[in-house]
């Protein structure tokens, strides 16, 4: 099994910057890709942006250009710069991983969330 752990967040001004991070614990080695999901309240759980081992990496429409993503294989660590920053920005940002297990992929390991508010 994999765990995953959050730091960083918190809170900053509009048009600011702001990082999170993430370590990866446990059988890191069936990692292929991480990624950071975030939550506003009253929303649904959404895809911020991911990174495979390959390289590949994928963001949500709303974050193209501000945010990048990375990766640290050696140190199984994700990062997450995010510049720019608005209020529609403000949520949990959750770290999640997806793992070979049982002959197949599976993406239901996530981290605790930390919170990044962003004030207007």
């Known amino acids: 099994q994999v765990q995953l752990v959050e730091s960083g967040g918190g809170l900053v001004q509009a048009g600011g910057s702001l990082s999170v991070s993430c370590v990866a614990s446990?059988?890191?080695?069936?990692?292929?890709?991480m990624a950071w999901y975030r939550q506003a309240p009253g929303q649904e759980r959404e895809m911020v942006a991911s990174?495979?081992?390959?390289?590949?990496?994928n963001y949500a429409d709303s974050v193209k250009g501000r945010f990048t993503i990375s990766r640290d294989i050696a140190k199984n660590t994700v990062y997450l710069e995010m510049n720019s920053l608005n209020a529609e920005d403000t949520a949990v940002y959750y770290c999640?991983?997806?793992?070979?297990?049982?002959?197949?992929?599976?993406?239901?390991?996530w981290g605790q969330g930390t919170q990044v508010t962003v004030s207007s």
């Open positions: 999640n991983a997806e793992i070979w297990k049982n002959g197949g992929w599976n993406n239901d390991y």
């Open positions: 446990g059988s890191t080695f069936l990692i292929n890709v």
């Open positions: 990174k495979s081992n390959a390289g590949h990496t």
